[in-house]
């Protein structure tokens, strides 16, 4: 199985701070980088934005503008979505990676990583996806779990994909067992279906009820 470390690359190498911003701005001009790593002697000391670069003195140094560096980066032990977080809070298109040690391992791109994501059994493995939304207070990972294994369910992942003060919002992705028999059970447990399915047997009726009246009416 392929692991996320193994999308670690150093397919371009990384700035050193005693580049002149010349050099930076020639860079980016041939990539599509949002931001790359910059090393002091060696030493990670954080991305370089291609938005700043075009601002500055191209007659000097990386190093005079080391104040303006962002010191995100990602563990090489990181899980993907973790990974996928550092992308996502800091508006990068690349992350670099950190061993242990500290010493600068290379960098992850964000294109790969959505490859990965793909190649998961969330998204790769057929299956019906539910979303449903419950009171902040109320919800329970634990307990949605055990609405769709009761069911004869298999969980292929559930992330919270909305969320404020008073409501959490989380998708569900199964396969196996009865998407209605698990919709209705989320329902007696007081969660809203936000997603629509055709096998939901509550929506049908109420649908059937409605044009029944509606006919009714036009009589």
Same mark, same amino acid.
């Given at each position: 199985m392929t692991e996320i470390s193994d999308y670690i690359t150093n397919d371009y190498k990384a700035i050193d701070s005693q580049e002149t911003i010349a050099e930076v701005q020639n860079f980016f001009e041939e990539v599509t980088f949002s931001h !790359?790593? =910059?090393l002091n002697e060696g030493i990670y000391i954080g991305c370089i934005a291609s938005d700043d670069v075009e601002t500055f003195d191209d007659d000097k140094k990386v190093d005079d503008y080391?104040?303006?560096?962002?010191? !995100? !980066?990602? *563990?090489?032990?990181?899980?993907?979505?973790d990974v996928l977080e550092v992308f996502a809070k800091n508006h990068s298109n690349i992350v670099p =990676?950190?061993?242990?040690?500290?010493?600068?391992?290379?960098?992850?791109?964000?294109?790969?990583i959505v490859k990965f994501f793909h190649e998961t059994p969330f998204l790769k493995e057929q299956g019906a996806v539910i979303v449903v939304e419950k009171n902040a207070v109320d919800y329970s990972m634990g307990q949605i779990t055990q609405i769709v294994e009761s069911n004869n369910g298999k969980l292929l992942g559930l992330f919270i994909s909305d969320a404020s003060a008073e409501k959490i919002e989380v998708t569900i992705k199964i396969a196996m067992g009865?998407?209605?028999?698990?919709?209705?059970? !989320? *329902? *007696?447990y007081n969660y809203e279906i936000v997603s629509e399915h055709n096998e939901d047997n509550y929506i049908n009726n109420l649908r059937e009820r409605s044009e029944y009246l509606e006919k009714y009416l036009n009589i």
């Open positions: !790359f790593s =910059v080391k104040y303006t560096l962002e010191g !995100f !980066f990602a *563990r090489k032990n990181m899980i993907w979505l =990676v950190l061993g242990e040690d500290n010493a600068y391992l290379g960098y992850y791109e964000l294109e790969d009865s998407t209605n028999e698990i919709i209705q059970t !989320f *329902r *007696r």
